[in-house]
């Protein structure tokens, strides 16, 4: 038992990389799928740690705001981002303040805005 709150806390205590790493490592060699955001993204801080520290956003919602002048290449790169058909993908390109993915980790958030302002569209994180 000690052996699984050990490594419960060195799982807690991976950092926003590491927990990355680890869901890539899961994935691609034992064919797990963490859910999105992954429970290690989710964890609160342990007991003890400081109460009054304000807490690092670990979600984030990649929003749309404008599909610029390159409408067709930004619907193009939201449905490889979503799975999206066309008409959803364009709908959702063409409505413009609407959430491309969301409660996704900050690395991936990033991504998916440098796709999207690559394409041309304004992206905005939230």
Known sequence: MADLKKLAEEIVGLTLLEAQELKTILKDEYGIEPASGGAVMMAGPAEGAGGGAEEE???????????????INVIKEVR??????LKEAKELVEAGGKAVK??????EAEEIKGKLEAAGAEVELK
């Open 57 to 71: 956003q670990t979600e984030f919602d990649v929003i749309l705001k404008s599909a610029g002048a390159s409408k």
């Open 80 to 85: 490889g981002i979503t799975g999206l058909g």
């Open 102 to 107: 969301e409660g996704v980790d900050k690395a």
